[in-house]
């Protein structure tokens, strides 16, 4: 008869030696499957030292057998997009609002570049919905305090609000064409 205190296992299996409050550790092996799924990891592992660039090295990246690089991949895409948005950047600061509304590729792209501007300078302030915040105008509603035509709001981008400069009004916006927040082509 068998021991109450004992399971079968106990018995077929050794034990560690470690015992904690009359718990023993049994020594299981592994799984058969567990462990040729680790096996393959390190396989994998090591041939991807290999073949792609990998180990940090004094002067770069040691470059693999395949010599193919991620970064001068990106480097390389990074290049043409900047190509691509000189070209739309060209067209757009010469173009005038009308040619801009006419032509869907390049609305597109006003826009994609105001988004961004507005992301990196007026966001903080205004929030990123151009809702406002507590103490900074709602850009979203009917109700603007210096005029809402392109005009009004050229002139408050291009002098600002308690600028010095005679043409500024009086508020707590700062004068994004005079103090280098924007370039005069992304006011303009």
Not at 114 to 128: E, L, M, R, Y
Request: aromatic share 10%.
């Amino acid at each position: 008869m068998s021991d109450p205190e004992t399971p079968d296992d106990a018995r077929s299996v050794g034990t560690t030696g470690h015992e904690w409050d009359g718990i023993r550790e049994l020594d299981n092996p592994l799984p058969r499957w567990w462990l040729w799924i680790f096996y393959a990891t390190v396989v994998v592992a090591i041939g991807y030292w290999v073949l792609m660039p990998a180990w940090p090295g004094l002067t770069g990246y040691t470059p693999g057998v395949l010599g193919k690089s991620d970064r001068a991949e990106l480097v390389g895409q990074l290049a043409k997009l900047k190509a691509l948005r000189g070209e739309q950047n060209a067209r757009l600061t010469n173009a005038s609002l009308q040619e801009i509304e006419s032509d869907p590729q390049l609305q597109a792209h006003a826009l994609a570049v105001g988004q961004s501007v507005f992301g990196d300078n007026c966001a903080t302030c205004h929030g990123v919905g151009g809702v406002g915040g507590k103490g900074y105008a709602n850009l979203r509603d009917d109700v603007w305090l210096w005029g809402g035509t392109l005009e009004d709001i050229h002139r408050t981008l291009q002098y600002g609000i308690r600028s010095g400069h005679p043409q500024a009004r009086f508020s707590q916006m700062p004068a994004f064409g005079r103090d280098q927040l924007l370039t005069p082509a992304q006011v303009g």
